[in-house]
């Protein structure tokens, strides 16, 4: 832990035309010590802005499997930018509200507390850019957790600088955005909700059967297809989509396997482009990325650039993203030879395409399952369908839960060694802890049609079956230190010294 009454380097240097102004002023300065200095000043900077994204929310940390990749980033929002309101107030801010006071935070790359003043945060949303798991909360597993510091001045005026680590076990960006219940009380068509900003797992949950019955028949035709590519002429003469409700209103995912052999929620996005418009061009506003090419192309760009040292941690987060793995140069390399090799090559398509294609069917088979039809001709059977109502998963007692997809893959011994306190299964709209039902032990039942269940043991003798469990954690045990009233810090402007 580092504290103490610091002298930080004045020069405080912000942006890249600080740096050059200071260079432009060489002559009063020696040489080359100096010209280095800046030089290492400008670099840093840099490698700062890299990082966080140069100001910028990355949705879904996709770029180069964007199905839009005419823009540099994938939904690209900019704090100031209204129309892209994924962020609240405190996703604004440029202090954060701990336990010790409101504070600065800022990247120390170089463990010597910003000597050059670059590492600053400019507004606390774009710590989610640093959540390379998406899992909505930064903490060890996350690459640069280590490399964060925050500082603030107490009422003597002396500053402190600690490691954001010794203040939190792990941080709850969920605070940083706005859900559903916000954009209920805005103009709609100026936010949207900043789960989306997440893995799926943090806000989607199964879809009941019932329900899922009342979609086909309110949208689907009498063989249960929702044709998504139908069209009307609106009393204007104007072309409009049938299911266009449909398509701007709900937002599903299924479970996919990843390349990592593990279970994850995959969403797909609705679009009314035909499968013949979607050949006839690469370049139209659907396109039809997910092709074979395509997806080779554009891996071997990301790895290529990647060793041009072209936005080298963009890359390794959009890698765990599109991958379900997390990064190595070892696995980088696998996927690379394997999607160059002829006989493996369509293994790693199918599970790269998840991001690319997009849904423009649905059919409501017999059996209760259904099959995406997809823009490229390609179909998917799934025997569940996901949704979110853009609000985080909560517990009844009001923790955060997130679906574990990978509960799937794992062995019934290893399910039993889990905390049953922060374990879960969804009841009526809410999430309930296995020890609060009083779950004795977990049962994992796979059925012949592929299909798997756990089966919840209980003290008393029942059972609940169940297709899902969740992940619960207590937000009221992140903050480590907690200072006094009259002891917590505050940014210097804030003292009246």
Do not use: C
Not at 183 to 195: F, L
């Amino acid at each position: 832990m580092e504290i103490g009454n610091l002298k930080l380097s004045a020069l405080g240097l912000n942006t890249i035309e600080n740096i050059n102004n200071k260079v432009s002023n060489i002559s009063s300065l020696s040489i080359p010590e100096d010209l280095n200095e800046f030089s290492h000043k400008a670099k840093l900077y840099q490698k700062v802005q890299g990082i966080l994204s140069n100001g910028y929310l990355d949705n879904e940390k996709r770029n180069y499997f964007s199905r839009y990749n005419n823009t540099p980033k994938e939904g690209i929002v900019s704090v100031d930018n209204p129309l892209g309101g994924y962020l609240s107030q405190k996703g604004k801010d440029k202090y954060l509200e701990t336990s010790i006071g409101k504070v600065e935070v800022f990247l120390d790359l170089e463990d010597d507390n910003d000597k050059y003043g670059v590492g600053g945060v400019s507004y606390m949303g774009e710590l989610i850019n640093l959540d390379i798991n998406q899992d909505g909360f930064l903490d060890s597993s996350d690459k640069y957790f280590d490399k964060l510091k925050i500082k603030g001045v107490n009422k003597d005026g002396e500053e402190f600088i600690y490691k954001l680590s010794d203040v939190y076990s792990s941080l709850d960006l969920s605070e940083f955005v706005i859900t559903q219940k916000d954009i209920n009380k805005e103009d709609k068509w100026k936010i949207q909700s900043g789960t989306s900003l997440f893995r799926a797992e943090e806000s989607y949950q199964k879809v009941k059967e019932e329900d899922i019955k009342k979609l086909f028949k309110t949208y689907g035709d009498e063989k249960g297809y929702i044709d998504l590519t139908k069209t009307y002429k609106d009393k204007y003469g104007n072309e409009q989509y049938v299911n266009a409700e449909l398509m701007n209103n709900f937002n599903f995912a299924f479970m996919d396997k990843a390349l990592s052999g593990v279970e994850r929620l995959e969403r797909f996005s609705m679009v009314g482009t035909t499968n013949k418009e979607a050949k006839e061009s690469l370049l139209g506003k659907h396109p039809a990325y997910a092709t074979a090419g395509n997806i080779q192309n554009r891996f071997n760009l990301m790895y290529e650039e990647y060793y041009s040292n072209k936005g080298k941690l963009a890359i390794e987060r959009e890698f765990q993203v599109i991958s379900g793995m997390a990064f190595s140069e070892n696995k980088f390399k696998e996927i690379y030879e394997g999607i160059n090799n002829p006989q493996t090559m369509q293994k790693y398509i199918e599970a790269l395409d998840g991001g690319l294609d997009s849904v423009n069917g649905l059919q409501l088979n017999k059996d209760g399952s259904i099959t995406l039809h997809f823009i490229s001709g390609k179909t998917q059977h799934i025997s569940e369908l996901y949704s979110s109502n853009g609000e985080f998963n909560l517990t009844n007692k009001n923790q955060r839960a997130s679906m574990m997809s990978e509960a799937v893959s794992m062995e019934e011994e290893d399910l039993n060694k889990l905390d049953f306190k922060e374990i879960g299964i969804e009841q009526n709209g809410s999430i309930i802890s296995l020890a609060d039902l009083g779950v004795k032990f977990i049962q994992k039942e796979i059925f012949s049609n592929g299909k798997s269940a756990f089966i919840l043991n209980k003290y008393d003798g029942s059972t609940i079956t169940v297709n899902n469990l969740y992940k619960i954690r207590n937000l009221d045990n992140l903050e480590k230190l907690h200072f006094k009233e009259e002891d917590k810090l505050r940014p210097k402007y804030e003292w009246e010294f």
